[in-house]
């Protein structure tokens, strides 16, 4: 089920750059159901499924990286300061509790900032920058935190999912772990089944710098269709309007993209699919290249025909991103009738 491999996956940290637990954990989940898995030199974990005779090859990936920070600097009284890696919103940031990673082992921080009693007047509404705020480790002094960090080491919000109402779960890294565990519970439900195509599962890394592990992936999977699953955002709620990015709600369905980043053709099958089997779906268009692993796919080699399918999601890059189950298992249903049709 979405709900457990989703919860599973959740509690893996994948900082962008160091994904290696996460990619291991689908590595270890799919071998059983695909013929071959490999690791390229950049990290993303390929799983290989034979197809019974077209020959296609259809490349299906969720990006296993999620937005962290990076320790840059140990001050004289033990307090750590840090950069974000990824599109991280600093002004989040204050107060958050993190975890550092390091060797293996993990340590818990407090992001601090001085509170509001303390601030000149004129900081009340200002951003606040990394580079003013640190990790207070609770430690006495430069040399303790040292024997616990070190510079370089990955920096992830220190958060556990629960669920609101409606099949709302709340937690850090649904962006993409939910696209993530539907292509994991996709993958499990066409072992039994008759496909066609070739099809390969690629966890991929490093999303959130620039999609730059699935441009790898794709140069040695060469695909004829690609397919990612990935979130989107969702303006169901105050302060955002749907003039500016579409009608997008959460619980309303899996979302189907259209635009010049995606194969026209396929965006079509994907909603003709959905229409036939009843599946709830909601319509996005993105009229420049998305921002996800399909812009550099659609690029590799002599070009390729893509397609995005995505979860929609509150609060993207923050520690409590909120996305319904529900669009996660339209999603899982579109992808699996589409594996299984032919094209
Ligand atoms: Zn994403």
């Not at 954990?25 to 898995?37: G, L, N, S, W, Y």
């Not at 390229?40 to 020959?55: C, L, W």
């Not at 550099?296 to 929609?312: N, R």
């Amino acid at each position: 089920m979405i709900k457990d491999i989703l919860l599973d996956i959740l509690a893996i940290p994948s900082p962008s750059g160091n994904e290696q637990l996460l990619t291991k954990k689908f590595a270890d989940f799919v071998a059983p159901m695909v013929d071959r898995v490999t690791v390229d030199t950049i990290g993303n974990v390929i799983a290989y499924r034979k197809g019974n005779g077209s020959g296609k090859r259809v490349m299906i990936v969720a990006h296993a990286d999620e937005v962290a920070m990076m320790v840059t600097y140990i001050d004289d009284n033990g307090f750590v300061h840090f950069q974000e890696v990824g599109a991280v919103d600093t002004n989040i940031l204050p107060e958050q509790i993190v975890e550092i990673h390091h060797v293996g082992k993990t340590v818990a921080g407090v992001i601090g900032k001085k509170p509001l009693h303390l601030q000149e007047k004129s900081e009340y509404a200002k951003d606040w920058a990394t580079e003013e705020l640190w990790i207070d480790l609770g430690v006495k002094s430069k040399a303790e935190a040292e024997k616990l960090v070190e510079v370089g080491d990955y920096i992830t919000y220190k958060t556990q999912p629960f669920f609101l109402q409606s099949n709302n779960i709340v937690s850090k890294s649904l962006d993409d772990k939910s696209g993530l565990a539907v292509m994991m519970e996709v993958a499990q439900c066409l072992k039994d089944e008759s496909v066609d195509d070739d099809i390969y599962f690629v966890a991929s890394v490093q999303e959130e710098l620039g999609a730059r592990g699935a441009q790898v992936a794709a140069q040695s999977i060469k695909p004829d269709i690609a397919i990612a699953v990935d979130t989107t955002h969702a303006v169901d709620y105050p302060s955002v309007s749907p003039e500016r990015i579409g009608d997008i709600s959460l619980g309303k369905g899996v979302v189907v993209t259209k635009g010049p980043n995606i194969d026209l053709s396929l965006a079509q099958q994907l909603t003709k699919i959905a229409r036939e089997s009843d599946i709830n779906f909601q319509l996005q268009a993105i009229s420049h290249q998305t921002g996800s692993d399909i812009n550099p796919i659609q690029l590799v080699e002599a070009g390729v025909k893509t397609a995005l399918l995505s979860i929609p999601l509150r609060y993207m890059h923050s520690p409590n991103e909120v996305a319904c189950l529900e669009d996660m298992m339209s999603a899982g249903e579109l992808l699996k009738k589409f594996c299984m049709s032919s094209h």
